[in-house]
Structure formats: C-alpha cells, structure tokens
C-alpha cells in the first residue's frame, strides 16, 4: 500500500464530486439485518460529554463502577455511554481509570452472561490520550479473559462537524475548503499535538514508530461505494498483531457498508478494538435518525429565570462564536478573570463576585454568560504541570458557579469538552443523565437524572470546536425565544 503523502487544502466539492453515489435502502436493510444479529452490548468510553453528538434516548453514565454498568448492561438499548472525561487527566490517571473500567466492565459482563465490544470514543481532530486508552483496555481484557484482539479500528469521520478522510488523510472542513488534520490548530495542541494527517502515519507517529503505516488495513472508498462487503470483510479478517485499520469516510453511508462488513469479520470469530468519533457509536448502536430538538422540547416549564452560559473554551472558533454571541442584547456578559489564579485571595474575591452576579441576574429573569478571560495563560518553557494544575483550578472555580447557585436557570449551556464534563458531574453531580437529542448538528442536550443539582434540565454541552460563527448565537436564541 503506498502511503500518501500529499497534505494540500483542497475545495470540498473537487473532493467530493467524484464519488460515486450507493443505493441507502439496500445499504440500510444490509445493516438492519447485521445489528439484529450482532447481539452484543456496546460500551462507549467518552473521554469528554461531546461523544453523545449523534445520539438520542441513550444514557449517559458518569462514573464506571459496577453497578452502573451493571445498569448499562440491563437496559433495553445495545448501547450506552460512559463519561471518563479523560481527555482532562494525566496519563497516569488515564491508566488507571481506563483499567479499571476493562475490569469491572469484564466483571458486570460475566454477571449477566452478555459479550461487550469496548468503543473509545476520543475527539473528531485526533486529540487525547492515543494510544494509552485503548492499549490499557486492550491489555486488561486479554489478560481477565480469552478475548484476544486482533487490530483496532480508527474511524474520525464526523459529518455534523466537517472531518472527513479520503484517501486515507484525515481532514477539517473550514468553510469551503478541507484542510489537512495536521495542519489545523488542533494538531498544535499543547499536550496532544501530533504532524502527521495521513491516518496510517498518525498511528505511526502516536505508538513511536511501534505500529507502521505499511501494516495498516486501508478501507477505500472505492471499496466501500462499490459495495464491496464480502472484500471488505475478507479484509478485516487478515488483521493481525493489533496493526490499525483506517477507515475511510465523507458520509454516514460509508460508516453503514463498513459496520455490516465489520460484524461479518466479527461473527467469524474477530475481535477489534476501536478508537472512533461521534458517528460510528450512531450506526453500530443502530441509533435513528431524528430531527433537531425544538424549545417546546427543551424548556419544558417557563420559570421566568434567565439561562446560564458558561464559556471555557480557548480554541479560536469558541473565540469567534463567543463575539457573535455578544450581540445579543438580551444577555448580560460577565468577564470571569482566571488569571488571578496566581493571587489565590483575588482569585477567591473575584469567583465570588462572578458567582453573587450570576445568582442575582438569572433570578430577576435576565440571562447570563459567563466567559473566561480569554488569553491563554502561559507560564513559560517547562511550566506543563504547573499550568495543568492552575487549569484545574480555574475550572473548579467556573464549575463552583453551578455548584453554589441557589436559583435554578431556564437552561445550562456550557462551551468546551472538559468546561461541559466538569459542570456536569460536579457542578451538577449528575449519575446518569439521558441523551435528548442535538440543538444544533454535533451539539447534543443531556436531560439530567432525579439525583441531580437541578432534575431534568436541559443541559446543553457545546463542543468547543463544533458549529459555525454564528451557532452558539443562534442556539441561545432558541432557547431564549
């Protein structure tokens, strides 16, 4: 297989056009028929609340203990969450956590005599702990059972938030144009940066050279189009050694044929690991489609008190939504300055006036965000811990808004993966919420559980690199009708 080294932007529509187009209805009565038989319970670890994306009516579980997958593994759906919100941990706490969720999920399995296929669900531009996570999960399993893995799927595609990969590059849609992984923002990313946007490399690059580009499966398009399922399945039974296999794809059609060729392999007695975004967990969880939630849908009473927005988000299209954001005149912003971190008796002081200012605006009916001081605090060469570490002061502090607001909001919308897991499972303390549906496409809505902060509210978690310009607008003016 050559591996192809071109990382050019190119035009969407001059990708795109040549492709030809399959026939849905016998591609989705292949799948009905495969899922029907698939007979496996699938748990997806979600390293932030953004994997829920394009899923509805699924459950949500924020912790990984027994019991809750024990609960998981109960219900009707083939599939539920887990929030590890790992993407927000050392790697050591990664380690951990993600071997203790091998074990426990190998325990509450063997109690209700059910296999299970493990799904790390990580973020659409390749950031997080890759490959620990699922080399934890792999090691764990192998050894507390019989199951040996053969290979690991690696699936970014995700349509609703323009990453694409065609000729095995993994690409970012801005506006009219598909610009390479590698080259974005994304892969400059402090803790998760990476070069390389050919999928097979990128593997290469994030095991250290332990798994090669030339031993990878390469899923084309060309394959997947001309429906190519038995080739594709014979493909998947070669896999051997844990070597990757690259998934290409521009729409959920390509997901659809590869799954039905994937339970094919995996009836023949294969077992994968997978390393996938937001859309894969949709057509293996065999999840409808459905449409986007509506106000009367969200806001279920009219309590005459404002929404809360929490913004945490440093990436630039949070940035640039947030601007947006700011010509609503129906809100009232507040500037929570995090850089006073460093002067933790000013740092007290000013969480607490943001948090007495919010209570006091929702409660007289105004809506109100809040948003960090959006300069990135940087300490200089070297200072990684010591910025993790005040990063995660500054987050208990925005999540402590939630935590000690007396008055319950009409709505929580929060910005940013590990802004949105934070309030969630602390400012909220939420055990199990339910997956509404999206707001806007890849924005999903929790309902949260009767054991939470504020029962049922409609919890939206806005990914920070999701939506248009003017999205985060446009959804707040929804809510706000």
Same mark, same amino acid.
């Given at each position: 297989? @050559?591996? $192809?080294?071109?990382?050019?932007?190119?035009?969407?529509?001059?990708?795109? %056009?040549?492709?030809?187009?399959?026939?849905?209805?016998?591609?989705?009565?292949?799948?009905?028929?495969?899922?029907?038989?698939?007979? #496996?319970?699938?748990?997806?670890?979600?390293?932030?609340?953004?994997?829920?994306?394009?899923?509805?009516?699924? @459950?949500?579980?924020?912790?990984?203990?027994?019991?809750?997958?024990? %609960?998981?593994?109960?219900?009707?759906?083939?599939?539920?969450?887990?929030?590890?919100? @790992?993407?927000?941990?050392? &790697?050591?706490?990664?380690?951990?956590?993600? #071997?203790?969720?091998?074990?426990?999920?190998?325990?509450?399995? #063997?109690?209700?005599?059910?296999?299970?296929?493990?799904?790390?669900?990580?973020?659409?531009?390749?950031?997080?702990?890759?490959?620990?996570?699922?080399?934890?999960?792999?090691?764990?399993?192998?050894?507390?059972?019989?199951? %040996?893995?053969?290979?690991?799927?690696?699936?970014?595609?995700?349509?609703?938030?323009?990453?694409?990969?065609?000729?095995?590059?993994?690409?970012?849609?801005?506006?009219?144009?598909?610009?390479?992984?590698?080259?974005?923002?994304?892969?400059?990313?402090? *803790?998760?940066? !990476?070069?390389?946007?050919?999928?097979?490399?990128?593997?290469?690059? %994030?095991?250290?050279?332990?798994?090669?580009?030339?031993?990878?499966?390469? $899923?084309?398009?060309?394959?997947?189009?001309?429906?190519?399922?038995?080739?594709?399945?014979?493909?998947?039974?070669?896999?051997?050694?844990?070597?990757?296999?690259?998934?290409?794809?521009?729409? !959920?059609?390509?997901?659809?044929?590869?799954?039905?060729?994937?339970?094919?392999?995996?009836?023949?007695?294969?077992?994968?690991?997978?390393?996938?975004?937001? &859309?894969?967990? #949709?057509?293996?969880?065999?999840?409808?489609?459905?449409?986007?939630?509506?106000?009367?849908?969200?806001?279920?009473?009219?309590?005459?008190?404002?929404?809360?927005?929490?913004?945490?988000?440093?990436?630039?299209? *949070?940035?640039?939504?947030?601007?947006?954001?700011?010509?609503?005149?129906?809100?009232?912003?507040?500037?929570?300055?995090?850089?006073?971190?460093?002067?933790?008796?000013?740092?007290?002081?000013?969480?607490?006036?943001?948090?007495?200012?919010?209570?006091?605006?929702?409660?007289?009916?105004?809506?109100?965000?809040?948003?960090?001081?959006?300069?990135?605090?940087?300490?200089?060469?070297?200072?990684?811990?010591?910025?993790?570490?005040?990063?995660?002061?500054?987050?208990?502090?925005?999540?402590?808004?939630?935590?000690?607001?007396?008055?319950?909001?009409?709505?929580?919308?929060?910005?940013?993966?590990?802004?949105?897991?934070?309030?969630?499972?602390?400012?909220?303390?939420?055990?199990?919420?339910?997956?509404?549906?999206?707001?806007?496409?890849?924005?999903?809505?929790?309902? *949260?559980?009767?054991?939470?902060?504020?029962?049922?509210?409609?919890?939206?978690?806005?990914?920070?690199?999701?939506?248009?310009?003017?999205?985060?607008?446009?959804?707040?003016?929804?809510?706000?009708?």
């Amino acid at each position: 297989m @050559s591996v $192809i080294k071109s990382t050019d932007t190119r035009l969407v529509d001059d990708v795109f %056009k040549g492709i030809p187009e399959v026939d849905r209805n016998a591609v989705t009565e292949m799948l009905k028929s495969e899922l029907a038989d698939l007979n #496996k319970k699938i748990i997806v670890l979600d390293d932030d609340p953004t994997g829920v994306q394009t899923v509805h009516n699924i @459950s949500v579980y924020t912790d990984w203990s027994v019991d809750s997958i024990e %609960k998981g593994f109960a219900e009707q759906n083939a599939m539920f969450f887990i929030l590890t919100n @790992s993407r927000g941990f050392t &790697a050591a706490e990664t380690e951990k956590a993600h #071997k203790e969720i091998a074990e426990n999920a190998l325990e509450a399995a #063997k109690k209700q005599g059910k296999d299970f296929i493990i799904i790390s669900r990580g973020d659409s531009t390749l950031r997080g702990h890759y490959p620990l996570e699922t080399e934890v999960l792999k090691e764990t399993i192998e050894s507390g059972s019989d199951i %040996k893995f053969d290979g690991e799927v690696i699936v970014p595609f995700f349509k609703e938030g323009g990453r694409f990969t065609v000729d095995n590059i993994h690409y970012v849609q801005h506006e009219d144009h598909l610009v390479p992984a590698g080259e974005t923002e994304f892969a400059k990313d402090r *803790t998760f940066g !990476y070069t390389k946007s050919h999928l097979g490399e990128w593997a290469e690059e %994030k095991s250290n050279g332990r798994f090669k580009a030339e031993n990878a499966t390469y $899923i084309s398009l060309e394959s997947l189009r001309a429906l190519e399922v038995d080739k594709i399945a014979d493909q998947l039974l070669e896999v051997k050694d844990f070597n990757k296999v690259i998934v290409n794809a521009i729409d !959920y059609v390509d997901i659809e044929i590869f799954t039905i060729a994937l339970i094919k392999a995996m009836k023949a007695g294969k077992h994968f690991m997978f390393r996938s975004a937001a &859309a894969l967990t #949709k057509v293996i969880g065999g999840v409808s489609d459905k449409g986007l939630l509506t106000r009367e849908e969200l806001i279920k009473e009219e309590s005459g008190n404002g929404g809360l927005i929490i913004v945490g988000s440093h990436v630039k299209k *949070t940035t640039e939504q947030l601007e947006e954001l700011k010509k609503c005149d129906f809100i009232e912003f507040i500037e929570f300055n995090v850089h006073l971190v460093l002067d933790p008796e000013q740092f007290k002081a000013e969480t607490e006036r943001v948090i007495e200012t919010c209570e006091n605006l929702i409660r007289s009916g105004k809506t109100v965000a809040v948003y960090t001081k959006r300069e990135r605090m940087d300490l200089g060469e070297g200072k990684k811990e010591e910025e993790l570490m005040l990063s995660v002061r500054i987050s208990d502090a925005v999540t402590s808004i939630v935590q000690t607001l007396n008055v319950r909001p009409s709505y929580i919308v929060a910005k940013g993966g590990i802004t949105s897991s934070d309030i969630g499972t602390k400012g909220l303390e939420v055990k199990r919420a339910t997956v509404a549906g999206q707001i806007k496409p890849g924005i999903p809505v929790w309902f *949260t559980g009767e054991e939470s902060k504020f029962p049922g509210i409609s919890y939206i978690i806005f990914p920070g690199n999701v939506g248009t310009k003017t999205a985060l607008k446009e959804t707040v003016e929804l809510l706000d009708k």
